[in-house]
């Protein structure tokens, strides 16, 4: 068993940053890939970047490229997102996500592909 715990959020002004975490604890970090995700109130939860085991290769959803980056510790068992240039349109709930079929090379924005999840953390940015 897997589990992730989120934190960093907060409230924002535009154009601010903001660096989140996701702590995991059970199983082998390092063999997971991990992703970020969000969900806005009223709209359905989106891929936001990912990260393979060894960090190696990143993914990003177009509307956060350039401005977000994906980063992980394995010695310390986090995976990181580092928000920059925020937007209003940022405005969501947070999570991190696990899959335990990881690879170097691996890197995946399907939300069914990942089998652990942690409970968000709210990141709010005032316009």
């Known amino acids: 068993q897997v589990h992730l715990v989120e934190s960093g959020g907060g409230l924002v002004q535009a154009g601010g940053s903001l660096t989140l975490s996701c702590a995991a604890s059970?199983?082998?970090?390092?063999?997971?890939?991990m992703g970020w995700f969000r969900q806005a109130p009223g709209k359905e939860r989106e891929f936001v970047a990912a990260?393979?085991?060894?960090?190696?290769?990143?993914y990003y959803v177009d509307s956060v490229k350039g401005r977000f980056t994906i980063s992980r510790d394995n010695a310390k068992n986090t995976v990181y997102l580092q928000m920059n240039s925020l937007k209003a349109e940022d405005t969501a709930v947070y999570l991190c996500?696990?899959?335990?079929?990881?690879?170097?090379?691996?890197?995946?924005?399907?939300?069914?592909?990942?089998?652990?999840w942690g409970q968000g953390t709210q990141v709010t940015v005032s316009s």
């Open positions: 996500a696990a899959d335990i079929d990881g690879r170097p090379w691996k890197v995946i924005r399907a939300q069914i592909s990942y089998d652990y």
């Open positions: 059970g199983g082998t970090f390092g063999r997971y890939g």
């Open positions: 990260i393979s085991t060894n960090g190696g290769q990143t």
